[in-house]
């Protein structure tokens, strides 16, 4: 932990630890770090005797491989929110618009908490626990569960593994503090290749063609990102709804292996004329600002933005955005 959220961290426990009810949001489509955090928080809560509840606004099913984590069923419909609740903590949302219908509750909450690692956030809610060194969220609610003074077993400590593993694709982006953490989630009774597999490591059959269909599309286009070169390819609707999150997200990180291209862009049809687009950088370009310019955001190594249009009115807008950030130097 940073000193600079310390003292955050703080006052998150010290209003967790005194509250009755307590409601957790994690961002739209969520993934393992943000409802990971959210459910480790809430099975903490939960087995102190609180009421707690974990939402998240859309889509209207939690996704298949995270359902084991929610060991004491604390997921809700978001129709199940309280209009106005005692406790509301965000989770791994870089931005309120990242809790989707539910972020009227930050206005209506008693108290807020947000706790999150996005660079691109701009702050949010009464009390901000918010780090962008964190490698991902689970790690800084690591820290609130411990300044609560809250063991760890080894129901939250899957939780908390399955957003580490995923958000530092496997350990590759995470520093020597993460890997502590991640044998301190061992010895609480993780099983790493248990956990993993279902999670990163697994995929329909049919999933295989699909796969190679897209991959055989994908195009090079070196001169792009001021000559570092972007590899893209494009998910068709068919597709997206076809398959889950677990197959069409892991699709960038194929792609990014392409040595010739700094940059890669996946572009997932999700309407007719609407497409979510995945970046990637390997370092030297912050794919978060050109993401920040198009309207969405996140890391910069891993970001992300939505967009209205035909693909081809997509890729144009991108180029644009990546010609316009300044490559940087290569972290060491
Ligand atoms: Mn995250």
Redesign the pocket.
């Known amino acids: 932990m940073t000193a600079r959220v310390g003292p955050a961290v703080a006052r998150a426990a010290a209003l967790l630890a005194n509250a009755r009810d307590v409601t957790l949001l994690a961002h739209v489509n969520p993934?393992a770090?943000?409802l990971g955090s959210a459910l480790a928080l809430g099975i903490a809560l939960r087995r102190r005797g609180a009421a707690v509840r974990v939402s998240f606004a859309t889509p209207e099913r939690m996704p298949e491989t995270l359902v084991p984590l929610d060991v004491l069923g604390l997921v809700v419909a978001p129709d199940q929110v309280p209009a106005a609740p005692e406790l509301l903590v965000a989770c791994?949302a870089a931005d309120p618009s990242r809790l989707g219908s539910l972020a009227d509750r930050l206005g209506t909450a008693d108290a807020s908490i947000m706790i999150d690692?996005?660079a691109t956030n701009p702050g949010f809610g009464d009390v901000q626990v918010l780090d962008p060194t964190a490698e991902?969220?689970v790690v800084l609610v690591h820290d609130v569960l411990a300044a609560m003074g809250v063991p760890l077993d080894a129901a939250v400590a899957r939780c908390l593994y399955a957003?580490l593993v995923t958000?530092t694709s496997g350990f590759r982006r995470a520093g020597a503090s993460a890997h502590r953490l991640a044998a301190e989630l061992v010895t609480a009774g993780v099983d790493p290749e248990a956990l993993v597999r279902p999670l990163m490591d697994t995929h329909p059959y049919t999933w295989l063609a699909a796969l190679g269909r897209i991959l055989q599309s994908a195009v090079l286009e070196q001169g792009a990102a001021r000559g570092l070169g972007l590899v893209h390819a494009r998910v068709p609707l068919e597709d997206t709804t076809r398959f889950r999150t677990e197959e069409v997200d892991g699709l960038v990180d194929i792609l990014r292996t392409a040595a010739e291209a700094e940059v890669a862009a996946v572009l997932k049809q999700v309407g007719n004329q609407r497409w979510i687009t995945s970046l990637r950088s390997d370092g030297r370009v912050d794919v978060a600002a050109a993401a920040g310019l198009l309207g969405g955001g996140g890391h910069r190594a891993a970001a992300g933005f939505t967009a209205d249009g035909t693909a081809d009115e997509v890729l144009a807008s991108l180029r644009e955005a990546l010609a316009a950030v300044p490559p940087q130097a290569l972290a060491s």
């Open positions: 993934d770090d943000s791994d690692h996005h991902a969220t957003g958000d």
